[in-house]
C-alpha cells in the first residue's frame, strides 16, 4: 500500500505479530519460510559486550544469556536495547526480592490501614517485562518447546591430545 510516496505494509492493529523468518524457521515451520525475500538479515554474528549503561547485576545476566541466544541465532546487534532491557527488569526483579526478604508482605500504617508491600508491585511488574521479552527470545520452556535448533556437536576430548 502507497501512502504519501512510500509504501507501508496494511495493518489494521488487530491480529498476530509477524514473526522473523529465522524464528519461523527454528520452530519448524516449512511453509513460507523463505516467503518475505526483503525482510532484513543480520550479520555474522559477533560477541556483543554488555552497554556500559547498564547497571551491574543486569550486566552479569547479560553476560549470561547474550552467549546462549547468540549461538541460537536468535541475537544481533539490532537486539541489544530488547536484551537492555530485559536485563534491566531481571536486575529490578533480583534487587525487589532481595529487599523483600524479612519485610512484610502487607504493611500496616498507623492509620490501622493496610496495604501490600510495594515491593510486590515492583517485582511484579518486572516479571511481567521479563516475561515478554523471554518470550521474544524463546527464553520460557513453552516459547522455547515450539523452537528446533540443531545442537552442537559435543566436544571430543580426543582432539585435546592432538
Same mark, same amino acid.
Given at each position: 500500500?502507497?501512502? /504519501?510516496?512510500? *509504501?507501508?505494509? $496494511? ?5 498476530? %505479530? &509477524? @514473526? ?10 516449512? /511453509?513460507?519460510? *523463505?516467503?518475505? $525475500? ?5 550479520? %555474522? &554474528? @559477533? ?116
Amino acid at each position: 500500500m502507497t501512502y /504519501g510516496g512510500s *509504501t507501508m505494509a $496494511k495493518s489494521s492493529g488487530a491480529g498476530r %505479530k &509477524a @514473526v522473523p523468518t529465522k524464528l519461523r524457521a527454528l520452530k519448524g515451520s516449512t /511453509g513460507n519460510v *523463505t516467503k518475505n $525475500k526483503k525482510e532484513p538479515k543480520p550479520g %555474522k &554474528a @559477533v560477541k556483543i559486550d554488555p552497554p556500559d549503561y547498564l547497571t551491574k547485576p543486569a550486566k552479569e545476566e547479560w553476560r549470561r544469556v547474550a552467549p546462549i541466544l547468540q549461538r541460537l541465532g536468535l541475537f544481533t546487534e539490532l537486539d541489544a536495547p530488547a536484551l537492555s532491557a530485559y536485563c534491566e527488569a531481571f536486575a529490578r526483579y533480583v534487587d525487589a526480592v532481595e529487599r523483600l526478604k524479612g519485610q512484610e508482605l502487607v504493611i500496616t500504617y498507623p492509620t490501622g490501614a493496610q496495604a501490600p508491600n510495594h515491593l510486590i508491585g515492583i517485582i511484579n511488574s518486572s516479571v511481567k517485562q521479563m516475561r515478554d521479552f523471554m518470550t521474544e527470545f524463546g527464553m520460557t520452556p513453552s516459547s522455547r518447546a515450539k523452537l528446533q535448533v540443531d545442537q552442537p556437536e559435543p566436544e571430543d576430548p580426543r582432539m585435546d591430545l592432538l
